[in-house]
């Protein structure tokens, strides 16, 4: 699974960004897929997580009620909708994919098999 992050920009604090992750290969709707940021000196934390199906999904604590995941099987795309951005928000973003059964959902980043190159959000005061 080869997977294509991209949506990332410069955007004032309370702005919106759409974080797009494009994949390839057949698998993918049997992968739970996620969304992982890191900031500069920092570890890659969790954000976001769905289930392969769609129908699970769960947040890092600092998005909650803020980002939304989603998925298109037929597209073979996830989305992280990011609102009311902050400063701490800045930090670059990647997918990340994992061959699961029903609807196990990973939050853990060593679990997840397939990464994309991740794309970078800076989120000004």
């Known amino acids: 699974v080869q997977l294509q992050a991209s949506g990332g920009g410069l955007v004032q604090a309370g702005a919106s960004l759409t974080l797009s992750c494009a994949t390839s290969?057949?698998?993918?709707?049997?992968?739970?897929t996620g969304w992982f940021r890191q900031a500069p000196g920092k570890e890659r934390e969790f954000v976001a997580v769905?289930?392969?199906?769609?129908?699970?999904?769960f947040y890092a604590d600092s998005v909650k009620g803020r980002f939304t995941i989603s998925r298109d099987n037929d597209k073979n795309t996830v989305t992280l909708q990011l609102n009311s951005l902050k400063p701490e928000d800045t930090a670059v973003y990647y997918c990340?994919?994992?061959?699961?059964?029903?609807?196990?959902?990973?939050?853990?980043?060593?679990?997840?098999?397939?990464w994309g190159q991740g794309t970078q959000v800076t989120v000004s005061s």
């Open positions: 769905i289930s392969r199906g769609g129908g699970t999904t």
């Open positions: 990340a994919a994992k061959r699961v059964i029903l609807t196990d959902t990973p939050t853990t980043p060593e679990r997840f098999e397939f």
């Open positions: 290969g057949r698998i993918f709707s049997r992968s739970a």
